[in-house]
């Protein structure tokens, strides 16, 4: 079965520093990649997705992937965190094509220092 | 044009009773899925739905249930509840294809005590 892995439930960074939200696939076929953030009591917003073009996907809000086959990952980056990037952010992944299945991982819930 | 949109936005039910959660798509969209959001856990996807019939389920029992209108707006229907059915219930909506990205509602916040 298809399916990611959020490494790191919870993320702290202090704002202006990197951030980098771990994710690993398992998919016997190319997947399509995606991440979503999610804000307090809001539903889903699509941050960026991967479907088989360039591997470094560029996203809303400054956040961008980049599509590793060799090692099974597709990590959200960026640059300088901002107070507003704290929120709960998703991996997920379609792999059966003609039904758009998203399979998501468990969440990282990203808090911004400051 | 409008987002997708959720109601009601909360719910308070007891357990055995039954729930309907409706759900509206974005304008130009054909496909409706819903997910379950249990406390802390990532979206499980309940069932798909692509022009009133339905197109997937996921591992959830028939006590739920899904329909879809020609205005490709969509129910999720519980019935006897059960606590462990206490969650967000997410509805997305997309044009037909794989590639299209799903977009989601707000999400309808349902409390079975």
């Known amino acids: 079965a298809q399916s990611v892995t959020q490494l790191g439930s919870h993320v702290s960074v202090s704002e202006g520093a990197l951030v980098l939200l771990r994710c690993n696939y398992s998919?016997?076929?190319?997947?399509?990649l995606f991440w979503y953030v999610q804000y307090p009591n809001q539903g889903l917003q699509l941050l960026l997705k991967?479907?088989?073009?360039?591997?470094l996907v560029k996203g809303i809000n400054g956040f961008e992937a980049e599509f590793k086959k060799s090692e099974t990952s597709f990590h959200l980056t960026k640059p300088s965190a901002h107070m507003s990037d704290a929120a709960e952010y998703f991996c997920?992944?379609?792999?059966?094509?003609?039904?758009?299945?998203?399979?998501f991982g468990t969440g990282t819930r990203l808090t911004i220092i400051p | 044009e409008t987002g997708v949109t959720q109601s009601p936005t909360h719910l308070i039910k007891t357990r055995g009773q039954q729930v309907t959660l409706r759900c509206s798509s974005q304008?130009?969209?054909?496909?409706v899925s819903w997910y379950q959001q249990a406390l802390g856990q990532g979206p499980q996807f309940i069932f798909q739905y692509y022009r009133e019939e339905e197109n997937g389920r996921g591992n959830f029992p028939p006590r739920f249930s899904g329909l879809q209108f020609p205005n490709y707006s969509s129910e999720l229907n519980v019935n006897a509840l059960e606590l462990d059915d206490s969650a967000l219930y997410l509805c997305a909506s997309s044009s037909s294809g794989t590639q299209e990205t799903q977009y989601f509602g707000p999400g309808t916040r349902l409390l079975v005590l």
């Open positions: 991967y479907t088989s073009a360039a591997t």
């Open positions: 998919s016997s076929v190319p997947p399509y």
């Open positions: 997920a992944v379609i792999t059966n094509f003609g039904n758009e299945k998203l399979t």
């Open positions: 304008s130009g969209h054909n496909t």
